[in-house]
Each structure stands twice: as C-alpha cells, then as structure tokens.
C-alpha cells in the first residue's frame, strides 16, 4: 500500500507541476512532467494491484488454515509496511 500512497503523492506533485505550467502559459519542461505524471499514474495503479492481489492472498491462506493444535496446519501472518504488505507463514 506504501508503493500506491507515495505513487498517488507523485501523481499529485507533476499534476500541480503541469498547472502550474498552464497558469505561466506553457513550460519548456512541459512534455517532461507529462511524461512523469504518466508514470506516476503508472506505479499508483501496479503497486495498488499488488498490494491489494497481497491482502486478498493474505485472507485465503489464513480462511485455509487449519484448526489449533493440527499439526498438519499453516500459519500465515501478514502485516503493513512501508513497502506494502508483508507476509510470511509456515505450511
């Protein structure tokens, strides 16, 4: 989720960057920024697929466990980082 929130944040940065560029009446960097913000658009969208493909694996493991005390049951853990989503488990 991190990679998607500072993904957004960049989005917003080269969106003000290009109407700031409007406001003056154009900008020799223009064709740049719009390249930056295509980019931008880019990484928020992947990494939020990621993240949420993360999550959504992170629920089947842990409704697929099996019961206290199986010995053949798997322990799935997932938690939130700065990077995304983290998850680690025994099978």
Same mark, same amino acid.
């Given at each position: 989720m991190?990679?998607?929130?500072?993904g957004a944040?960049w989005?917003?940065?080269?969106?003000?960057a #290009?109407?700031q560029?409007?406001?003056?009446g %154009?900008?020799?960097? =223009?064709s740049?920024?719009?390249?930056e913000? $295509?980019a931008?658009?880019?990484v928020?969208?992947a990494?939020g697929?990621v993240?949420?493909?993360?999550i959504?694996?992170?629920?089947? #493991?842990l409704?697929a466990?099996?019961g206290? %005390?199986d010995?053949d =049951?798997?322990?799935?853990?997932?938690?939130? $980082?700065p990077?995304?989503?983290?998850?680690?488990?025994?099978f």
């Amino acid at each position: 989720m991190g990679g998607a929130v500072a993904g957004a944040v960049w989005w917003a940065n080269r969106a003000d960057a #290009l109407n700031q560029c409007d406001d003056r009446g %154009g900008c020799m960097n =223009a064709s740049t920024i719009e390249g930056e913000q $295509s980019a931008a658009i880019g990484v928020t969208i992947a990494t939020g697929v990621v993240a949420l493909a993360a999550i959504t694996t992170g629920v089947i #493991l842990l409704a697929a466990g099996g019961g206290a %005390g199986d010995d053949d =049951a798997s322990a799935t853990t997932c938690g939130v $980082s700065p990077l995304g989503v983290t998850c680690s488990g025994r099978f």
